[in-house]
Nanobody
């Protein structure tokens, strides 16, 4: 199973970026829960957003109303549309995936539950 993340870059505060994560090598069950996490320098990895196969979504409070997670199941691709970016959004963003069967209520935000990870893409927001 491979996850390929892309779309990071440098953007000014208030700008937008769209991240993509293409999954391959597994079945739809393998990617039935997909998430985005981020890690800023010197900080722990934190949950950003997650989406189920059925398109149910979850967001961290810090990004609600600004970020939108979506998926194209036919393409095995998950997107993270990031609007109104802030300097504190600067981080390496990672996509992660696993079977929804592994997740009980609320555990979608626990990065340790995901077995499959992309390589990370850097998002830098300048002030």
């Amino acid at each position: 199973v491979q996850l390929q993340a892309s779309g990071g870059g440098l953007v000014q505060a208030g700008g937008s970026l769209r991240l993509s994560c293409a999954a391959s090598g597994g079945t739809y069950s393998t990617y039935s829960m997909m998430g985005w996490f981020r890690q800023a320098p010197g900080k722990e990895r934190e949950f950003v957003a997650a989406i189920m196969w059925s398109s149910g979504t979850y967001y961290a409070d810090s990004v609600k109303g600004r970020f939108t997670i979506s998926r194209d199941n036919a393409r095995n691709t998950v997107y993270l549309q990031m609007n109104s970016l802030k300097p504190e959004d600067t981080a390496v963003y990672y996509c992660a995936g696993d079977s929804i069967l592994k997740f009980s209520t609320g555990t979608y935000s626990n990065w340790a539950k995901y077995d499959y990870w992309g390589q990370g893409t850097l998002v830098t927001v300048s002030s």
